[in-house]
């Protein structure tokens, strides 16, 4: 552990209680830190914008790669007030940080009310044995997109 990391993941768990006390939103909080400085913090606002994505470390790396102009965060280290949940464990691995660093962990948060085990075992289940019902239509075209998208010459790989 670096001696920076005691201080962001102190700034987190501040934007954290923060974000309860005085925004309404969950006890969640993180930052986007590149060359020690701050590009993107966010913290948890579901409830505030009514969106289900709208999670600390969504928000930040949306921050983040605004600041930055590009979709990957190389480069960079996420800090989290908690471990990331399967969502935001999902799109830091496509915005491509260096490292991630939190200070509760799944375990902690699932005894606070924030339980996200049910989406885990959710993943290793059949399409017709999942709670929300999933149907996958072979349609004739669906390869479609993907075919314009390798024929395109000027895409931005990611």
């Not at 605004?66 to 960079?76: N, P, R, V, Y």
């Not at 996420?78 to 471990?83: G, V």
């Amino acid at each position: 552990m670096l001696a920076k990391d005691e201080q962001y993941i102190q700034y987190v768990i501040n934007l954290a209680v923060n974000g309860v006390e005085k925004n309404g939103g969950g006890p969640f909080g993180a930052v986007v830190v590149k060359d020690g400085i701050i590009i993107g913090e966010g913290n948890n606002s579901v409830t505030n914008f009514c969106d289900p994505t709208a999670h600390a470390e969504i928000v930040a790396i949306r921050n983040a790669c605004e600041t930055i102009g590009d979709f990957q965060l190389a480069g960079c280290t996420i800090y989290s007030s908690c471990e990331p949940c399967p969502m935001c464990f999902g799109a830091i691995y496509w915005a491509r940080p260096d490292r991630v660093v939190f200070a509760a962990d799944k375990q902690d948060a699932a005894r606070a009310g924030f339980d996200d085990e049910f989406i885990y075992s959710e993943l290793d289940l059949a399409l017709d044995e999942r709670r929300i019902r999933f149907d996958c239509i072979n349609h004739p075209e669906k390869m479609l997109p993907f075919k314009k998208w390798n024929d395109k010459s000027d895409k931005i790989v990611y």
